[in-house]
């Protein structure tokens, strides 16, 4: 089948490019005049925060269901000026004829009494819009900004509250990614020409991917991170897939093929790497469907879409560009001596594997205990959000936070909201201001309102405000124990259901919900990765291995994420201000991401290595000749992986920062330690171990190629 591909790519280079080009031009256009919206959608079905934003929407507090921002005003001489009194209050009025379905809560109005801090200097206008999709809250946001701009009043400080207002500058992430992948190209090429046709595939497969992404937004939701995710990763994987295909079209061509043989046999070798390794990074992307929420299953389907055209275009596109460039691929030579592709009995990583094979014991336990030091921090490992507390600090949101804490307490930033139901009107009610009083006295508790009624009178609310800020860990707990013994203390027996609900109680929902289903998802990669690699190498104990390599891999990147973002140890070289809990979705997105590209250097150094295994039967000359091989390319492509997902540290955005840090350690990670450490060490203490799998199993399985081998049929 791919040698079918291939050759007809070959030969009809004209009309595969032409497609290609149409097809980018075609969906791009589609995608600037219908592409969908992103929207973060953090909703948890069946959780108490989610029970309390229906009642909110359901009993008549539609503002409170929506999003809640706040006007934070600060004047070093108090508000009791008239003139600046009269100018905050036009601006409340302006702010609410300008934005749609949005009540202003005045600190100057008797409902807003408690919103002039005891000092006097800071104050702040609650804005409650109601629920509505995310193109609405960025143009109400514009608005706001536009009007607050426009807003001088002597002496006063105006910042903008709330996440919906912050800065969305871009970062050249990707421009920087790809500049340095071009870089490590042509060192390892050393040619112009073969350096342009993994970025020239890359950027077409991408191109297509993100464009299809945007056009799929209309029919699944996805949040607001998965066009940069699905960048980030598309650009890694497409340069790597085209490096490896690149790679073995030199090598057919040094060992004398001709130019469309050589192209065919690549395919037909390192093309079925591709298309397994492919494949099973979005199989393992895919597994996030076992989580069972909507933002996770839009996030797998928009990398999955990316990668996917990634693949296709090194299948399909670059064979007929290599139908081009022919033997003109050296053409443009670097002036350094030029290396012969495949294994050199002469080079580094042959030597390298014979000093690893003459002690692997040593070999083996050293890097297990890197391994295991850098992964000891993930014991500690906290799940959360990031809110305006991470932003950068010019931004309004950042300084509207730090005026609030500052003026209000550090809890401030993260009320709970307590929803009621009220059966019973007053004697319900009064029920409530016994439960007000207790909060008040709770350990933590900075501050419990009174009950507000809806209009109705079956329901009410209640806001409390913590002690501590809306990441700490004291503020999650503060949660479990109002639910599990604050208020059931006050109204057991009474009838009267609370709910505690709002944004940090939504945040320590969703990230308990993660933690209990990160194992599972974990098991189901785990299993499916154990099951493919056995079907591909015949062995028990290659895929064991791979799984459990793997998953010490993963676990040094979660353990290094927690003491850089979490503790703060070093925080400040990757442009972070503050620490704060690991982002509750990168767990399971690092796993399924990782976990799927290792398989792209398991798959392309194991099925080399099993290649000389079968033609000489001597292990030890296989792992040697295969390391020797592949080390190079692997290096390569690691480090392409690494400068690609390094780059978005250089953006704004913390969840990224951690995100591209992750990736980037956990690769780095694989290819050294892993592949160049503990792979050939474990191999040498097998021996021939490594193939065995029973007999009655090998009849059973279905027979899956990755490698053709060299008998290709023209």
């Given at each position: ?27 791009s256009?589609?995608?600037?005049a219908?592409?969908g919206?992103?929207?973060?959608n953090?909703?948890?079905?069946d ?7 229906n ?5 008549g507090f539609?503002?409170q ?16 000026d ?15 004829q300008?934005?749609?379905d949005?009540?202003v ?11 002039i801090?005891?000092?006097?200097t800071?104050a702040?206008?609650q804005?409650?819009m109601?629920?509505?999709?995310s ?5 109400a946001a ?10 001088n009043?002597?002496g006063?400080e ?10 969305q500058?871009q ?7 790809i ?7 042509l ?6 020409v073969?350096?342009g ?10 191109g297509?991917?993100?464009?299809l992404?945007?056009l799929?937004v209309n029919?699944?939701?996805m949040?607001?991170?998965s ?5 980030m990763i ?5 340069i790597?897939?085209a490096?490896?295909?690149?790679t073995?079209?030199r ?23 591709v ?7 979005i199989?393992a ?13 839009g996030l797998?389907i928009?990398?999955?879409l990316?990668?996917?055209?990634t ?6 596109l670059l064979?007929?560009?290599l ?21 050199d009995t ?26 295991g030091?850098l992964a ?16 950068p600090?010019?931004?309004?949101t ?34 409530l201001?016994?439960l007000?009083d207790k909060?008040?006295?709770t350990?933590?508790v ?6 507000q ?6 329901a009410?609310?209640m ?7 809306p990441?700490a860990?004291?503020t999650?707990?503060?949660v479990?124990?109002?639910r599990?013994d ?5 109204l057991?027996?009474?009838g ?8 940090t ?8 919900y ?5 194992p599972?998802?974990m ?5 499916l990765s ?6 591909v190498?015949?062995s ?12 010490i891999?993963?676990g040094a990147?979660y353990?290094i ?7 703060g140890?070093?925080?400040s070289l990757?442009g972070v ?5 690991v982002?509750m979705?990168i ?7 990782v ?10 150094l ?6 000389e295994?079968d033609?000489s ?36 955005v ?10 980037a ?13 503990l792979?050939?060490?474990?191999m ?22 990755v490698?053709?081998g ?5």
């Open positions: 089948m791919l040698q079918r591909i291939a050759r007809f790519c070959y030969h009809r280079r004209w009309l595969v490019v032409a497609t290609w080009v149409l097809l980018l031009i075609a969906v256009t589609l995608n600037g219908f592409g919206t992103y929207k973060d953090f909703q948890l079905p959780s108490d925060s989610e029970d309390a934003f009642q909110l929407k359901a009993k539609g503002n269901a929506g999003f809640e921002g706040q006007v934070v005003v600060e004047n070093a001489n108090g508000f009791d008239p003139t600046v009194r009269q100018g905050l209050d036009d601006l409340f009025t302006k702010l609410q300008e934005i749609p949005t009540e809560v005045s600190p100057f109005t008797e409902e807003g009494a408690r919103q801090s005891p000092k006097g800071i702040y206008a804005l409650n109601a629920d509505r999709d193109t609405k809250y960025e143009d514009k608005k706001a900004k536009d009007v607050v701009k426009a807003t009043i002597p006063t105006v910042e903008l509250g709330g996440q919906i207002f912050g800065d500058a970062s050249p992430s990707e421009l920087i990614g500049v340095a992948a071009m870089v490590i190209l060192i390892a090429f050393g040619s112009v073969a350096m046709l993994p970025i020239m595939t890359a950027l077409f497969g991408i297509t991917g993100i464009a992404v945007g799929t029919l699944i939701g949040p607001s991170f066009e940069q995710a699905v960048m598309g650009i890694g994987v497409g790597d897939y490096l490896f295909i690149v073995r079209y090598e057919n061509l040094h060992a004398g093929a001709e130019p469309d043989r050589a192209v065919v046999r690549a395919i037909d070798t390192s093309g079925r790497a298309l397994f390794a492919g494949t099973t990074v199989l992307v895919l597994g996030l469907f076992t989580v069972g929420l909507d933002m996770m299953n797998a928009g990398i999955s990316g990668v996917f055209m693949m296709a275009a090194a299948l399909t064979p007929a560009v139908g081009f460039a022919g033997r003109n691929i050296d053409k443009l030579g670097l002036p350094h001596r030029k290396r012969e592709e495949g294994a002469t080079s580094i990583w042959y030597r390298w594997s014979r000093v690893i094979q003459h002690r692997p014991w040593p070999a083996l336990l050293l890097g297990a205990l890197v391994l030091v000891a921090p993930l014991a500690s490992m906290r799940l959360g959000l990031s809110d305006a507390g991470n932003n600090r010019s931004d309004t950042r300084k509207a936070y730090d005026l609030l804490s500052e003026g209000f307490g550090p809890g401030f930033n993260g009320p709970f909201l307590l929803v009621a139901e009220t059966p019973d009107g007053a004697s319900d009610l009064a029920t201001e016994q007000q909060l008040n006295q350990k933590g900075a501050f419990a309102s009174p009950p009624p809806n209009e109705a009178g079956d009410a609310v806001q409390v405000i913590p002690t501590s800020s990441q860990k004291a999650s707990d503060l479990h124990t109002l599990d604050t208020i059931p203390g006050v057991d027996g009474t009267v259901k609370v709910l505690v609900g709002g944004t109680a939504m945040v320590v929902d969703f990230s308990a993660m933690g209990e289903r990160l599972w998802f098991g189901t990669v785990l299993l154990f099951v493919l690699l056995m079907l190498f015949r028990l104990l290659v895929p064991l291995k791979a799984v459990i390599m793997n998953l891999s993963v990147a353990g994420l927690v003491a850089i973002f979490q503790w140890w070093g925080m990757f201000e503050d620490k704060g809990p982002e979705w767990p399971m997105m690092l796993f399924a991401v976990f799927g590209m290792s398989m792209d250097y398991e798959v392309f194991l099925s080399r290595i099993r290649e295994y033609r039967g001597d292990n030890a000359e296989a792992v040697a000749n295969g390391l020797a091989a592949t080390a190079r390319v692997i290096t390569a492509a690691a480090l392409i992986m690494v400068c690609v997902f390094g780059a978005f540290v250089l953006g704004p913390k969840a990224m920062k951690m995100f591209g840090t992750g990736l350690v956990a690769v780095f990670l694989d290819a050294t330690v892993v592949r160049m450490v792979v050939p060490a474990t040498e203490l097998l021996g021939d171990a490594n193939w065995w799998l029973p007999k009655w199993l090998d009849r059973i399985l279905p027979v899956v190629h490698e053709a060299e008998d290709v049929v023209d």
